[in-house]
Structure formats: C-alpha cells, structure tokens
C-alpha cells in the first residue's frame, strides 16, 4: 500500500506545478490503482500537459457518476439527453465537431471523463466524428446493440453510462477500428487547458 500512496502526492505535486486539475479517479484513496498509477507532464508546445494512466499491469478503476433521470435533464441541453441517456444519434454531416482538428482532448459532455485525444481522430467520410482509439482503454464501456436489425457494439461512458456511439472494426491502423462518437455526446478541451470531472 506504500507504493501508491507515495507516487499519488507526487502525481498531486505535479498537477499543482502544471495548473491542471487532477482527476478524481486517482485522488480518491479507496480508488487506488492496483499496481500503482503514474503521472506525466510532457511538453506539448511549451504547454504542459498532464497525462494520467494506470501502470502497465494495473487496472484502472472509474469512479462512477450516477444521476437520476431529473438531474441529467437538467444538466444537458435536450440535444445531449436524447443522445446521451436516451441513445438518439444525431444526423449525419450535422455535428460540430466533424472537421474539428485543434490538439486537446474530447470529454464526455455529461461527465467530463476523457475519451479521445484529437491525434487519435480522422476522417471517416461517414458524416460523425471517428477516431481509431480511446485515451484509455477503462474509459469506455462497449455493449451489444442489436436494434435496427443490425449487431454493432454500442460504445458509453465508463463513468456515466452516457451512450456515444458505437465502435467498428473498419478503422486505420494501427487498430483496425472506427469509434463513430456523436459529436454532440462530447465536448472538446484543448491542450493545455484543465479537464474538470462533473460532480453528483
Ligand atoms: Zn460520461
């Protein structure tokens, strides 16, 4: 149990030094990463920023967000909520993020849980943002979706349960696979700037 103590007040040392806040899956104590977790700075530009992963055999737990139907109508905008807690996707060639390429990092846009970063996305021609891997493997949660007649691996978010879009094994290199994201299920936090976790 020393282990992780040790290197999380260092992880929080760093955080402090770069001015971007800490995100809470590795502050918690009872959220330890088995095997220990490790943080980064790595220079981006002249602009630090921070990258947080769970060590190579550690794995990473998510500290859940869980809101009632009532608080999540709240907190999103009607567009978000239908794609979000209720599954709807939104149109073809409609979304904001589509020719979007500025650096930083895609969030889930009801809980702030990073997804993607913007060197992982490329255009797909089908008309939604694609990328070809997530930032971390425990950000994502993939079910089976058979609606529609179809079987396709619908993709949410680890920490809210928040539907994104789905994953398919028809992507570049080097994974072979196309996660097809809502746009409107994400919001963007260009580099450098401080990623803020929604709270209950
Ligand atoms: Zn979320």
């Known amino acids: 149990m020393m282990l992780p103590m040790v290197v999380r007040k260092w992880s929080l040392a760093i955080v402090a030094y770069g001015g971007v806040a800490l ?3 590795n502050a918690a104590p009872d959220q330890a990463v088995a095997g220990g977790a490790e943080t980064t700075a790595k220079a981006d530009g002249g602009r630090a920023a921070t990258v947080t992963r769970a060590a190579a055999r550690g794995k990473q737990v998510t500290e859940k967000l869980v809101l009632s139907d009532e608080e999540w109508r709240k907190r999103l905008t009607p567009e978000e909520y239908d794609v ?3 599954h709807a996707t939104e149109r073809a ?3 904001c ?9 895609y969030v889930c846009a009801g809980c702030g849980n ?3 970063e913007s ?5 797909s021609g089908t008309g939604w943002p694609s990328f070809n891997q997530p930032i971390r493997e425990s950000a994502l949660v993939e079910v089976e979706d058979r609606t529609y007649g179809m079987v396709r691996t619908e993709v949410r978010c680890a920490r809210c349960d928040g539907h994104l879009g789905h994953v398919f094994p028809d992507g570049p290199p080097p994974t072979g696979l196309r996660y097809c994201i809502n746009s409107v299920a994400m919001k963007h936090v260009k580099a450098g700037q401080p990623i803020v976790l929604a709270q209950p």
Request: glycine share 20%; charged share 20%.
């Open 23 to 25: 995100v809470p899956w």
């Open 84 to 86: 979000l807690r209720h």
């Open 93 to 95: 060639g409609t979304g």
């Open 97 to 105: 993020f589509l020719g979007t390429k500025a650096p930083g990092t």
């Open 114 to 116: 990073p997804l993607f």
């Open 119 to 123: 060197g992982r996305k490329f255009e």
